[in-house]
């Protein structure tokens, strides 16, 4: 198992806390609108629970944007261990300007389907066949990572058009 670290994808401070703060902003806002000019009983129960859940996803967004990506050439896991895919099962990397791919990011497309979704808000999502890497990390942090999976991939002769 070769563990050399080709590439790392984290979230920088300014840019972690202005992602935090917008969504807790926009749960504060919409809990605020709820309870001070209450429309009807269906909409404001509506707007609390999305002011909360707003509130709840700043959360999760702070706590998943303290990890980083690290991609070695056995592919890409989380700084805290978690495998989120192996390099071996990468059929394609999407990161043109149309593609489904979170911002600032790329998308990997896998041979065969993950056994489980998982999602670490800001930095990257698992689904299916597909993972998004990207959000709130640098693009040029994601795009040499995209470009060094891609030499990978045509080293080890993966890589499908």
């Known amino acids: 198992m070769n563990d050399e670290i080709l590439a790392e994808v984290g979230a920088s401070v300014p840019r972690r806390w202005l992602a935090v703060a917008m969504q807790g902003l926009l749960g504060f806002i919409l809990v605020y609108v709820a309870m001070n000019t209450p429309p009807s009983f269906g909409w404001q129960i509506f707007l609390v629970v ?3 859940g707003s509130l709840g996803m700043a959360f999760r967004t702070f706590r998943a944007t303290r990890d980083r990506i690290i991609l070695t050439r056995e592919g890409l896991t989380s700084s805290t261990g978690e495998e989120i895919m192996p390099l ?16 600032n990011g790329f998308m990997l497309i ?20 597909r993972v998004g890497v ?5 693009g040029h942090q994601t795009k040499a990572m ?12 993966q890589l499908e058009d």
């Open 88 to 103: 071996d099962v990468i059929k394609k990397v999407e990161r043109g300007v149309f593609a489904l791919k979170p911002s």
């Open 50 to 52: 999305l002011g909360f």
């Open 146 to 157: 995209a470009q060094i999976i891609e030499a990978l991939l045509v080293e080890r002769g």
């Open 134 to 138: 990207g959000g709130v990390a640098p």
């Open 110 to 129: 896998a041979h065969s389907t993950a056994e489980t979704a998982r999602w670490a808000p800001g930095l990257w999502w698992r689904l299916g066949r």
